[in-house]
């Protein structure tokens, strides 16, 4: 917006910057807390890169079960480790839309996931045990900006129990286009921190969002760069 334009209509401003957002639920690390609504399912593509080859990947699809209230999911990662390449471990995923944004309060949806034993554990692409993960998440918008935040852990019985927290701030430079950084800690193992951006088109009632970012991780004394890379398409199956 024109700086005139914007110093003459002050209240129009306002409301943009409160207004609702055009993109939501595309965070690459962190979980937002919206589901999907009646009708509308999600496909979402993520690719990361590290500096010595390895790579992982995972293709997850978001299904209302029937509506915004319960979403059903499920993760497929595969990737390269070492020399080795194939499918991970699988997550089915089921999340509960206990409260919708409104006021002064924000969205919250706590997330139960199995963990399917798929990966190969030889290959270091998989635990070789069935296990659970949990995940409590919460949005809330504040004008441009859209602040969440994760608490929960992964179980893999007789393996470890990996408490975890994250969160990410998002600013909207424009209706579809987002500035984003986004951290996440695996309690006393490693930390994350990935800052990038997102950006969307809308056709009709489908929506593409392409996405990028650099996530810098210190583990084990040592910190590693990586490239992250995301593809999401949102369409009806009325």
């Known amino acids: 917006m024109l700086p005139a334009l914007a110093s003459a209509q002050p209240a129009a401003v306002t409301r943009a910057a409160s207004s609702k957002?055009?993109?939501?639920?595309?965070?690459?690390?962190?979980?937002?807390?919206?589901?999907?609504?009646?009708?509308?399912?999600?496909?979402?593509?993520?690719?990361?890169?590290?500096?010595?080859?390895?790579?992982?990947?995972?293709?997850?699809?978001?299904?209302?079960?029937?509506?915004?209230?319960?979403?059903?999911?499920?993760?497929?990662?595969?990737?390269?480790?070492?020399?080795?390449?194939?499918?991970?471990?699988?997550?089915?995923?089921?999340?509960?839309?206990?409260?919708?944004?409104?006021?002064?309060?924000?969205a919250i949806s706590p997330r139960i996931s199995v963990i399917l034993p798929t990966g190969r554990e030889s290959d270091g692409l998989g635990s070789g045990v069935t296990g659970l993960q949990f995940?409590?998440?919460?949005?809330?918008?504040?004008?441009?900006?859209?602040?969440?935040a994760n608490a929960g852990a992964t179980w893999l019985p007789d393996i470890e129990n990996l408490p975890h927290v994250a969160g990410s701030a998002i600013w909207r430079l424009s209706p579809m286009l987002n500035l984003l950084v986004e951290a996440f800690v695996e309690i006393n193992e490693?930390?994350?921190?990935?800052?990038?951006?997102?950006?969307g088109w809308n056709f009709g009632d489908r929506q593409l969002v392409i996405g990028v970012a650099v996530p810098v991780t210190r583990a084990a004394g040592s910190t590693s760069t990586a490239l992250l890379t995301y593809f999401s398409y949102e369409l009806p199956f009325r």
């Open 21 to 106: 957002w055009e993109i939501t639920d595309n965070s690459f690390l962190v979980e937002e807390s919206f589901n999907q609504e009646s009708g509308v399912f999600q496909n979402i593509f993520t690719w990361t890169r590290s500096r010595n080859g390895e790579w992982m990947a995972s293709f997850t699809q978001e299904w209302p079960a029937p509506d915004i209230t319960h979403q059903f999911s499920y993760t497929v990662p595969f990737g390269r480790v070492g020399n080795h390449q194939g499918v991970g471990d699988v997550l089915l995923n089921y999340r509960y839309q206990l409260l919708q944004e409104h006021g002064r309060y924000p």
């Open 135 to 148: 995940n409590m998440s919460a949005s809330k918008q504040f004008g441009d900006l859209y602040l969440h």
């Open 190 to 199: 490693a930390t994350t921190l990935s800052p990038g951006f997102r950006r």
